[in-house]
Structures are given as structure tokens and as C-alpha cells.
């Protein structure tokens, strides 16, 4: 470690301001934190699929030692402990003159399974889905040929299901439904829905026993993800999940209502997918279309409050595996403008678009087949 950076992070374990103390720049101090902030993004998701954090505020805010919460969790002691260390002094947890450890209330509200749909944790698991294809992304930047989605395995489905039921799935009833005029009647009455690139197929899962008379199909190139979501719909009559590509599948006016959650951007061909969904859907029919709240342009995003994690996200995952597959590529950041521009383009011409209140990353857009 470089001298100014070594003197910075004395600056940082002593206690003091990371910033430009003793001549050290402020930039370096702003590296530190970073680094410091990336480990403990990795340890929250650890203690989210651990049941660390759960276990720790079972029954509210007490103090644990390392060897009553390993054992309340049934997990290692040494392995509780350290991850207590990075808790501590990471200021997740606090560390009393007793030494034992509490998880505040005011932090578990952001960081168990009971503060769904607002566990924070949930998300800080793609650091490591993204982590475990560094060195092929590392390489897709000198050959420029993306990475596809077979190289995140059945863990990248397993981590867009618990996101998605936070973001999407909790809040279908209260704001996302009511989005749409006159689509909780719709859907009571009995429609055709169609879910494109449903991953599990929760949301649809959800719907379908939300809405008996409708009858609901999702659909998803991955085998295993459709399998896992097979497991989870047994026994719902009025769902089905299948393997296909959203490029083609379904017949023309085949449905009243399609949704595309997180679905176009990361598409080889997305202007083809948004043309058959026009084709697909009823006269009168809506796409309610869920994607990344970004601008099209970088500068647009400079404020963005996850700017430099949408780039992450769409460098690690969703440019590469539209670029693995010949596409354009489009990015998590291909932003409204870009958004709208197709979507008029495949011929949806009354378009809104919405933000909600529960859900800081996505855009919420309305589309009318006209
Ligand atoms: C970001 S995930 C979103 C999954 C799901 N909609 C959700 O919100 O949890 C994108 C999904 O698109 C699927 N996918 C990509 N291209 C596809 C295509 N041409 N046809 C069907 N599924 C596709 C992937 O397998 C992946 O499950």
C-alpha cells in the first residue's frame, strides 16, 4: 500500500476524518471508504444468508456474545465472531464495554427477512453473483464478445427471485396493479397475462392466486429457473411456466395483459421482444413494462443516487450477457429516452410512465396497444 494511502487509513482506524487530514487527499480517503464499504456489502450479504441478522434481533434489540448468537444461529463461533468484527467496526452492529454485540433496531429495520420489503441486505448480494464472473468479464473487455448468462448458474436466479419478491412481488397489489386503469377488474373478471422473461415466475405466481378466474404464463429461457419456479407453482391450475424464447412465443392477440419485469434490457434483440409483445396483445391490450429508473445519457445520471452500481450491475451482467448473445448491448442504464424511443417504435403509442414510492431503481411504464 502506497505511503498517503497507508497514512489515511491510520487517519480511519483512529477514529478521525478520512479526508484530507495530515495532507492526505481527500480522494484517498474517499478509496478507503470504498474498499471498507465493498467488504461490508459483501459481509451484510453473508449475514443475510446466514440468518445472522434475523437471528440477532429475534425478540428485539439484546446484546449477544459471539458464542450465544452462533449458537442461537446454528453456525461456527469463529466464523460468527469474525463476521461480528466487520459488523463492529463496520458500525452495523455495536459493541458494548461488555463485549458482547447489538444489532440496533433502527438497523435491523433495513436488514432482516421480517423488514421485507425493505431488506437492504436482499440487494447487497450481487456483489457477490458479480464478483464470481470477474475474471470473464476481465476478459470480455479485450474481446468484446459479452459473457452469457450461463456462467452466473442457477445462483443468479436465486438472488433476481429474492429481489424481485421485494421489489415486485410485495408490491403488486398495493402500487404496481393499480398502475394500470381498470386492471385489478381486468384480472378479477378472468385475462390472458403473459409474464416475458419471468425468471421463478413469482409474480405471476403470485397473481395467478391473487386473480382465479385469469390464467397466467411465464415465460423464460432458463431451464433451471423455470424448474425452481415449477417446484414453487404446484398445484396452481391457472399458471403455467414454460421454456421459451419471448422473441417468438405466443400467438397473435393471444393476451389481454403482458408485464416485463427487468426483462428488456438485458435482451439480445430487445426491439424484436417489444414487437412480438405488440403482436401478442389484444387490441386494447397493455404492456406494463417494469425497467431501470436511469436517463439514456451519462451525464443525466451523474446525480443518479446508484449511478455507479447500475453501471456495475449492466458491465458485470446486463450489457454482457445481450452482448454474449449478438445483441446491442443496451445496458441496466439505457434509460428512459432510449426506453420510450422503442417502445413507440414497436408501435405502443400511448406510453406513461410512473415511479413508485416503495421501488428507488425502476421505472413503472405503461403501454397501450393501440
Ligand atoms: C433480470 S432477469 C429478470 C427475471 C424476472 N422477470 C424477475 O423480475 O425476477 C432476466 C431474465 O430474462 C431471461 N431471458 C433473457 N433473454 C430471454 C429470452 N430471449 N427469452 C426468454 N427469457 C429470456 C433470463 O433467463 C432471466 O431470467
Not at 19 to 46: D, H, K, Y
Request: hydrophobic fraction near 40%.
Amino acid at each position: 500500500m502506497c505511503q498517503s494511502c497507508a497514512s489515511s487509513v491510520s487517519v480511519s482506524v483512529s477514529g478521525g476524518d478520512s479526508g484530507a487530514q495530515g495532507g492526505v487527499p481527500e480522494f484517498v480517503g474517499r478509496l478507503v471508504g470504498v474498499i471498507n464499504s465493498a467488504g461490508l456489502a459483501l459481509m451484510i450479504s453473508v449475514g443475510h444468508r446466514t440468518g445472522l441478522f434475523d437471528a440477532m434481533s429475534e425478540g428485539g434489540a439484546r446484546a449477544w456474545s459471539s458464542e450465544e448468537l452462533a449458537r442461537s444461529a446454528g453456525l461456527s463461533e469463529r466464523y460468527v465472531r469474525e463476521w461480528l468484527g466487520a459488523m463492529a467496526t463496520g458500525r452495523i452492529v455495536t459493541l458494548g464495554a461488555d463485549g458482547r454485540y447489538t444489532l440496533p433496531s433502527e438497523h435491523a429495520a433495513w436488514l432482516t427477512r421480517r423488514a421485507e420489503p425493505n431488506n437492504i441486505a436482499v440487494s447487497m448480494q450481487w456483489i457477490g453473483v458479480l464478483g464470481a464472473v470477474e475474471s470473464e468479464v476481465v476478459w470480455a473487455f479485450g474481446h468484446g464478445r459479452g459473457v452469457p448468462y450461463s456462467a452466473y448458474g442457477r445462483r443468479f436466479h436465486d438472488v433476481m427471485a429474492d429481489e424481485s419478491r421485494q421489489t415486485t412481488v410485495l408490491a403488486l397489489d398495493s402500487a404496481i396493479v393499480p398502475l394500470v386503469d381498470g386492471l385489478h377488474g381486468r384480472l378479477e373478471r378472468g385475462a390472458r397475462v403473459l409474464d416475458i422473461a419471468c425468471g421463478k415466475g413469482l409474480a405471476m405466481l403470485h397473481l395467478a392466486r391473487r386473480y382465479p378466474r385469469s390464467r397466467f404464463v411465464g415465460v423464460d429461457l432458463s431451464e433451471e429457473a423455470i424448474e425452481m419456479g415449477r417446484r414453487e407453482a404446484a398445484g396452481v391450475d391457472n399458471l403455467e411456466l414454460v421454456t421459451g424464447d419471448v422473441t417468438t412465443f405466443g400467438g397473435k392477440d393471444e393476451f389481454d395483459v403482458v408485464t416485463a419485469f427487468d426483462a428488456i434490457h438485458d435482451q439480445a434483440a430487445p426491439d424484436r421482444v417489444l414487437a412480438n409483445i405488440r403482436r401478442v396483445l389484444k387490441p386494447g391490450g397493455v404492456l406494463l413494462m417494469q425497467d431501470i429508473k436511469a436517463r439514456t445519457a451519462h451525464a443525466e445520471n451523474l446525480d443518479h443516487p446508484m449511478g455507479p452500481f447500475l453501471y456495475t450491475i449492466s458491465t458485470m451482467h446486463c450489457m454482457s450477457v445481450s452482448l454474449a448473445n449478438g445483441g446491442p448491448g443496451l445496458g441496466s442504464a439505457w434509460g428512459r429516452e432510449k426506453a420510450e424511443e422503442m417502445l413507440h417504435a414497436a408501435g405502443f403509442d400511448g406510453v406513461s410512465v410512473h415511479e413508485l414510492a416503495h421501488d428507488m431503481i425502476n421505472f413503472y411504464y405503461v403501454c397501450r396497444a393501440g
